[in-house]
């Protein structure tokens, strides 16, 4: 079992970054690939950015290419999502998910935070 907590969300303005981190607990967390998603009200879940328990694949979705680095820290069990020049369109709830192997399909992934919301504003 893998435990995920999303945390760091909040109002920013247009333009801004953030950086969303997902603290993980549980068995061989490193071993596993994580993913990051995001759903806004009224939207299907969908993809942003995915990244290899190496950290040597690492995709992300067209509309985040160039604004977004995924990230891990393996000693501390933490996956982060920068995000940088944020859009209005931005505006959702995001999520960490983990799988063996990265995916950019949300049905793929095991493990699940609760999310964090992310709202852009201007």
């Known amino acids: 079992q893998v435990q995920l907590v999303e945390s760091g969300g909040g109002l920013v303005q247009i333009g801004d970054s953030l950086r969303l981190s997902c603290a993980a607990s549980?068995?061989?967390?490193?071993?596993?690939?994580v993913g990051w998603f995001r759903q806004a009200p009224g939207k299907e879940r969908e993809f942003v950015a995915t990244?290899?328990?190496?950290?040597?694949?690492?995709y992300y979705a067209d509309s985040f290419e160039g604004r977004a680095t995924i990230s891990r820290d393996t000693a501390k069990d933490m996956v982060y999502l920068q995000m940088d020049s944020l859009k209005p369109e931005d505006t959702a709830v995001y999520y960490c998910a983990a799988r063996f192997g990265p995916s950019r399909i949300s049905s793929e992934y095991d493990y699940w935070g609760q999310g964090t919301q992310v709202t852009v504003s201007g």
């Open positions: 990244m290899s328990w190496r950290g040597h694949i690492k």
């Open positions: 549980g068995r061989a967390f490193s071993a596993y690939a």
